[in-house]
């Protein structure tokens, strides 16, 4: 799940090289503009769906991964450059920065504008350990990378069921429709009846019933999506 979407020159972030890196905070998501999706954690469904649709999508080894749905285009969002109003998923909150999977290293773009030496909090001291800027970040992180791996039990929990479907949903527009095949819902009625007494309180216990119920009522947020479009617009202006 932790995909290097955005991260055009990513490397291990090294208190030698990087010793006079600062990170200068921006409110510009310019970085977000060619994606119409990020993945989400568990634990952020609640705070998507009010601005998101938590969709399921399977990835390039046929895996499911859940994601904020923020546009129906093909390529790219409507959302500005500050997303304003709208819950920002951890995925982009965390950019520049990424936990390397594998090792637990912080990995930081150097591409990214948010970086310079000129102004902004400094990530090492003078003694060249982790500022406390730093510190901060890569609790961050951690708690985000931790919440992608429980995610991935869940999504796992999900598959052994068989309560992922194709959507059903279409978007109808004056001159064309809009299938929305390609993304996966849990079967809400099938999730009544799909685990026992046992179960339920074990997914319960893990969380996994208030996500599944966050992201069935998520679905309600497609037609904020729908306004997003460019035809939404000139249907409106018309």
């Known amino acids: ?7 055009q020159n990513p490397v291990p972030l090294d208190k030698e090289k990087h010793k006079n890196l600062k990170l200068k905070k921006l409110d510009n998501l310019n970085f977000t503009s060619e ?7 568990g634990f952020e469904f609640f705070q998507c769906s009010r601005n998101h649709p938590v969709m399921f999508v399977k990835n390039a080894n046929d895996d499911f991964v859940p994601v904020a749905l923020l546009s129906l285009m093909a390529k790219g969002h409507n959302l500005g450059d500050v997303w304003e109003g709208v819950y920002i998923p951890s995925f982009v909150r965390r950019y ?4 390397e999977e594998q090792k637990g290293i912080v990995m930081v773009d150097l591409d990214a504008p948010h970086l310079q030496e000129e102004e902004g909090d400094a990530l090492f001291d003078e003694k060249g350990e982790p500022s406390e800027a730093l510190q901060e970040i890569m ?4 708690n985000v990378d931790q919440g992608y791996r429980l995610t991935q039990d869940y999504i796992q929990a999900l598959k052994e069921k068989d309560l992922l479907k194709p959507c059903q949903g279409t978007i109808k527009f004056t001159d064309t429709t809009l299938k929305l095949d390609h993304l996966f819902v849990v079967d809400e009625k099938e999730f009544h009846s799909a685990l026992s007494d046992e179960e339920i309180v074990d997914w319960y216990k893990k ?4 996500w599944t119920y966050a992201h069935i009522h998520s679905i309600g947020a497609i ?6 479009l460019p035809q939404a617009k000139t249907a409106a202006k018309s």
Do not use: D, H, Q
């Open 223 to 228: 037609p904020e999506v729908v306004k997003r």
């Open 1 to 7: 799940m932790a995909s290097l979407l955005f991260y």
């Open 139 to 142: 609790r961050f992180l951690e």
């Open 96 to 99: 520049p920065f990424v936990l």
């Open 207 to 210: 969380g996994w019933i208030a």
């Open 35 to 41: 994606t119409n999706s990020v993945p989400v954690a």
